[in-house]
């Protein structure tokens, strides 16, 4: 995998941090690559917008509608992730073939502040943990502090990419796993009801379309389906590989993504509908302190550490790393890496997103229709008009083929 150039002075859009990652430097294994997708996909805004359709499906239509929207974002990044696992390059750089390097920075720029907007949502929730940790503790409570806090700590994550993401993963799934398992049966034993029973409840308001239910979970996650570049461009594979042998790469990757990521997007998904129809509340923090804080002040603070855990190993990989990308990608010479982490961390809390924390479901359906057709171009150009073939020299040339 080269990285030299016809013309040795036009490297201007090459740097450390975005140059494609060598066979050689890769660490992520299909097992790592399921772990990562296993604690990204406990997290709050699945247990929000389960939680939120509540109100017009019963509880075992929503799991359904996750279970489906889910599965549909793996198929989806089943054709986005080929170029990445073959060439190992990010986002930004595989934008650069179908929309051009001038053309790119748009779907770029949009795609980053929705990523952006998404951590700077994550990190209020983890923030409202920590603010409620302390409040029951002590008293104090300052969810501005802790906004930054947690921020910069999310921050300092992402400085060491995606290898150290994956360790933090592979020990964050098990103990979530196990502490969500375990809020559900704190939950139905409070309740005093069963598993099916709960099953059957919500779904007094319906009129909201089951295809919309779906699609607000491909929403979800279709901000890192997009751009998947950043985090398969460091799975393992053959330097010498067929169009068969790709292919079983490709699968054998989105199948280790599809169990990583829709067991757990229904687990945790369950845990907010249940919680909804059961205890009237979407907001995680406040259901654990509802359902948990009358069995045990210990444990309820537990319950708010695997809130911060989940928020703390979704956030780096799904939503910091990728804008971070972008912007050492897009001006080499003016962000390292880590100078785009700060950056890009800064400005996901600058935009407040936690604002629209009451209308989350309308947004992911915004999300889904906005980059859903960026996701599609890129597969089109890929697969049917470039036919899988790059020039890698000149993606990171500013007088190139892709110079447009």
Known sequence: MSMTTRDPQDRSLLNESNA????????????????????????????IAAGQLTASFQVWQVIVAIAAGCTIAVVVVFFTQSAAIRWGINFTVAARMPFGIRGSLIPIVVKALLSLFWFGFQTWLGALALDEITRILTGFSNLTLWVLIFGAVQVVTTFYGISFI?????????????????????????AGVTLGEVM???GETPGLPFSTAVMIFVGGWIA?????????KECKV????SGEGRAKS???????????????????????????????????????????????VPMAILFQVFVLLATWSTNPAANLLSPAY???STFPRAFSFKTGVIVSGAVGLLMMPWQFADTLNSFLNILASALGPLAGIMITDYFLVRRGRVSLQD??????????
Request: charge should be positive; glycine fraction near 8%.
């Open 20 to 47: 494609p990652t060598r066979y050689a430097q890769r660490s992520v294994g299909p097992l790592s690559l399921a772990a990562i997708w296993f604690a990204m996909a406990i997290q709050v805004a699945i247990f």
């Open 166 to 190: 994956r360790w933090m993963n592979i020990f964050a799934a098990p103990v979530l796993l196990a502490m969500g398992v375990f809020m559900v049966y704190l939950m139905l034993d409070g």
């Open 200 to 202: 059957n409840m919500g």
């Open 224 to 232: 890192v389906v997009v751009s998947i570049h950043d985090i398969v």
């Open 238 to 241: 053959a330097p010498t590989q």
């Open 250 to 296: 490709d699968a054998k990757y989105a199948a280790a993504q599809w169990w990583g990521m829709v067991p757990a997007s229904v687990i945790f998904g369950f845990i907010g509908a249940a919680s909804m129809v059961l205890v009237g509340e979407w907001n995680p923090v406040f259901a654990i302190t509802k359902v948990v804080g009358e069995v045990s």
């Open 326 to 328: 972008t912007l050492c």
């Open 395 to 404: 993606l990171y040339r500013t007088k190139g083929i892709y110079t447009y």
